[in-house]
């Protein structure tokens, strides 16, 4: 080699050196990451603290661009943020509007504006986090077939860490009998959302099959993630610890006699538990009610099963900001877990309602009702029930024939009294008595009891009526004399 070749060498060597010494003398440490969404405030604007370190001491300055055409963003052209000095630094980014997605450029410049160093976060969302948790329905054990696509504005903190785009498996992927599984709700939800809000979604997935409410015991915090509560603090935490609310789909590991009768207070202490934790006082929390589970005859416990959801009715009727969403006429995939397009609709179901909460009669929202909810029973004579609902959009409706409701005794034993289930009046249905015999004092009227019901009611927006009861029915009419 020789000399003039060798000073040549050296010299890119020397500059390709320095370039690498620029392009890491400044970093973001924390505060922000590509694909994050930044969960919005109350004036729709997005506010975060930045972390890092810079080699370069300067003037902290960011660039806003937002979408495919790379559009400046009005009031981010090289607004300057903080003076920073070499070494860690803290700055406040404020205003960001709710929207995206963004390229930010952060860069330092010196007194006289050459630019010393920069940085570029990419494919950053500005709307609504949602934690979602549960067992294994909030998981998804559906097929991975016909699975809603993946939208630019809906993104997932993902289980390892990191933000990414969504996409179906938003949990885990597993193979079960020659089928891939892993579908979920997650992603119809936040589709949905975004569909009728213009608004980006961000998903913390935290969810884990087969497990009960004892085992997400807010006290096993203090052993970070070896438990599903630290777990899921930290996931929030690391994804940017704040957020707008919660899906919660679980129950099933806890109808069991000694379980059911204590899940409603124990759900009570749940929920404030998640918002000391997550430091909002008024998180809305909506769950879902448990579906079927098919099983023998001989392991049939349906009392327990219908206290469950009679216990998430009475969460959502008695907790504050806890709204509920039925899911007792979905479809299965195998005995117990709800199938691809089921969970679809539930996803769907959830959006409908978050976003008549939340939104009011903005955009999509204006209009939609929380969906059925018993409102009442009163007896029509010795012979008809009239069951009052509230919060129906548009009228009741059923495929076929109404299916779901029965009357039982105070052992919760069947009766065979209903032989005619009817829509009345847009948020009424009658039910008809048979006449040779007498209903029992007390008796009680239930929806959708038992593991495996038929039970069809819904809306014109495709809400379900969540199964209650059985409930107390008020003394019967006597029957007039003679007849």
């Known amino acids: 080699m020789n000399k003039g070749s060798f000073i040549s060498r050296l010299v890119i060597c020397f500059a390709i050196a320095c370039l690498g010494s620029t392009l890491m003398a400044f970093e973001i440490t924390s505060g922000i990451a590509g694909h994050q969404v930044l969960q919005r405030g109350v004036d729709g604007t997005a506010s975060v603290t930045l972390k890092g370190r810079s080699s370069r001491a300067g003037l902290l300055r960011v660039s806003v661009v937002r979408g495919k055409h790379q559009l400046r963003l009005a009031g981010f052209a090289d607004r300057p943020l903080a003076r920073i000095q070499a ?16 390229r930010l450029r ?25 934690v979602l948790a549960g067992q294994s ?36 992927r597993r193979e079960r009998n020659n089928m891939v599984i892993g579908a979920g709700l997650g992603l119809p939800f936040a589709k949905e959302m975004v569909r009728r809000t213009n608004v980006p979604v961000g998903l913390i997935p935290t969810a884990v099959g087969g497990t009960s409410l004892w085992q997400w015991d807010p006290a ?22 704040m957020a707008r609310g919660m899906l919660w789909y679980q129950g099933e590991s806890d109808t069991r006699p000694g379980r059911v009768e204590q899940y409603l207070d124990r759900f009570r ?15 809305p929390i909506y769950t879902a009610q448990l579906s079927r589970y098919v099983v023998t005859p001989s392991d049939r416990n349906d009392a327990t099963w219908s206290a469950m959801r009679e216990a998430q009715r009475q969460a959502a009727r008695t907790i504050e900001n806890v709204g509920l969403v039925s899911a007792i006429d979905l479809g299965l995939v195998d005995l117990i877990h709800v199938d691809t397009e089921g969970l679809r609709t539930l996803g769907v179901r959830f959006a409908k309602r978050v976003c008549r909460d939340l939104y009011g009669n903005e955009g999509g929202c204006a209009g939609l009702e929380p969906g059925p909810r018993l409102e009442g029973v009163n007896w029509e004579g010795p012979h008809r029930l009239r069951v009052k609902f509230s919060g129906v959009n548009g009228t009741l409706a059923a495929p076929g024939r109404v299916m779901g409701f029965d009357i039982r005794d105070s052992e919760e034993n069947r009766l065979p009294l209903v032989f005619r289930a009817e829509i009345n009046e847009p948020d009424e249905v009658l ?53």
């Open 106 to 130: 952060f860069f330092v410049v010196n007194d006289a504006g050459a630019e010393l160093a920069a940085h570029a976060v990419e494919q950053v969302l500005v709307g609504d986090v949602w």
């Open 220 to 241: 096993l915090k203090t052993k970070g993630r070896e438990s599903l509560y630290g777990n899921m603090l930290a996931q929030f935490e690391a994804s940017g610890g």
């Open 269 to 283: 202490e749940f929920v404030a538990a998640i918002r000391a934790d997550l430091r909002r006082p008024d998180l």
């Open 87 to 102: 070494g860690g630094w803290t700055a406040r980014l404020s205003g960001l509007p709710t929207g995206g997605p963004y």
């Open 431 to 483: 039910l008809w008595l048979i006449r040779r015999e007498q209903a029992p004092d007390p008796a009680f009227l239930a929806y959708g009891y038992g593991m495996d019901p038929a039970a069809n009611l819904v809306d014109q927006e495709g809400l379900a009526a969540p199964a209650f009861g059985p409930l107390r029915l008020p003394p019967r009419p006597p029957v007039p004399a003679g007849r």
């Open 137 to 172: 329905n909030m998981v998804g054990r559906a097929e991975l077939e016909k699975v809603e696509k993946p939208h630019e504005l809906v993104h997932v903190f993902r289980p390892e860490g990191g933000w990414a785009q969504a996409k179906e498996p938003l949990h885990e």
